[in-house]
């Protein structure tokens, strides 16, 4: 009991500084989910979609037998783009795109950032092909990945990686 009397102000200090430990240990944390490029999923923004074509199993299987078939003949497989419906997108807003290469980008086809997102290695060799001057633009300038933030309305994640839009 001496020794309370003596230490009870030391006592009282130790008992705050775990009391505070113990706060920020057992605290409750924020959970994130992160998509496939480490970028946070935040909760105001829509999810990722998944896959390239959401029509359906029989536009699903349609367009495989298409592919492999065209395989087996000789033929040059469907190149369609994953059409999305909505209007198009203002493609000059990815960094490395002006007037120029968005009107070559919309005729090949490309009007949506959603659809740039979903190109395949395949795809951006052929339309890398006709853009003349601007090719190898869509991998150095990563216009895949800006494409991927702005489809899933993450502003925020865009601009800390890539600067203001």
Request: charged share 25%; no cysteine; aromatic share 8%.
């Given at each position: 009991m001496e020794f309370v009397r003596?230490?009870?102000?030391?006592?009282l200090i130790a008992a705050a500084i775990l009391l505070v430990a113990?706060?920020?240990?057992?605290?409750?944390?924020?959970?994130?989910?992160?998509?496939?490029?480490?970028?946070?999923?935040?909760?105001?923004?829509q999810a990722p979609q998944k896959g390239h074509e959401s029509h359906g199993?029989?536009?699903?299987?349609?367009?495989?037998?298409g592919d492999v078939g065209g395989q087996i003949?000789?033929?040059?497989?469907?190149h369609d783009l994953h059409a999305s419906s909505g209007p198009p997108d203002d493609l000059t807003r990815l960094k490395g795109v002006g007037p120029k290469f968005a009107a070559m980008l919309n005729d090949q086809?490309?009007?949506?950032?959603?659809?740039?997102?979903?190109?395949s290695e395949a795809d951006i060799e052929r339309i890398d092909q006709n853009l003349g001057a601007f090719?190898?633009?869509?991998?150095?300038?990563?216009?895949?990945?800006?494409?991927?933030?702005?489809?899933?309305?993450?502003?925020?994640?865009f601009e800390q990686r890539f600067g203001k839009l």
């Open positions: 003596e230490y009870w102000l030391l006592i113990a706060f920020l240990l057992f605290r409750p944390r924020q959970r994130v989910q992160l998509s496939q490029d480490s970028a946070p999923i935040r909760p105001h923004m199993f029989a536009s699903e299987a349609a367009a495989a037998v003949i000789g033929g040059e497989a469907s086809g490309i009007s949506r950032f959603e659809q740039l997102a979903r190109l090719r190898g633009r869509i991998e150095r300038d990563q216009i895949l990945l800006q494409a991927d933030y702005l489809q899933r309305g993450d502003i925020d994640g």
